[in-house]
């Protein structure tokens, strides 16, 4: 009876244990899209200072991006002692972020460049948003492919590629102001995300 006991109390430590990690990988993909929050809204600022040329877009991105995963490669470290510290050893797949790097060079080469010259919008700067949501859109949706192939459906991503893609029609049709309502429904969908990713944690605290 005593071993049963103990087998039953050691399930119900296992199953607490599980759930922090579990809840921690939600975090770090909260803090993920905390990131490229504050990228894009760092890019709104810096645009609306100066009446910088399409390329920057080249240029700022792919930096951004390069940024934004040497910070996230050092919570993935604190995530990763956390579970040798509970005995699970967390491992990435060099191909998975390969990919991941890919899927975001691909999106801004067509959101920055191939889709504003086929200019789908009522003018320029439509054509442009319509670009950036697209870029958002296709570059989320391939990280969101390469994570679950790897790791499991991240559920909680989906507002951050969906919600962009949903607005490209109404971004092309605008006439003034495309740009800054392209980047608001970002900053909302990516707001979204994080806080599902965070309601997502609490759930799994709770367990």
Known sequence: MGEVKE???LREVLERVEGKLIAAGKLYGAVNFGIWLSVM?????????????????????PVAFMVALWFTERVWR??????????????????GGILIALSWIAGATLGWV??????????????????????????????????AKYGGIEYE???????????IPLAGSMENGAMAWAGFLVGLAFSLTVLTYIHSAFRAIER
């Open 78 to 95: 604190r995530f990763q002692r956390l579970g040798r510290v509970a005995g699970n050893k967390m491992e990435t797949s060099k191909s």
């Open 41 to 61: 809204m760092l890019y709104y600022v810096i645009i609306e200072m100066a009446d910088l040329p399409r390329q920057f877009n080249l240029v700022y991105w």
């Open 7 to 9: 087998v039953e109390e």
């Open 157 to 167: 991503m989906i507002p951050a590629f969906l919600i962009p893609a949903m607005g």
């Open 114 to 147: 191939v889709i504003p010259e086929m200019n789908l919008g009522v003018n320029a700067e439509a054509s442009l948003a319509v670009g950036f949501l697209g870029f958002i859109s296709l570059s989320v949706l391939g990280m969101w492919l390469v994570l």
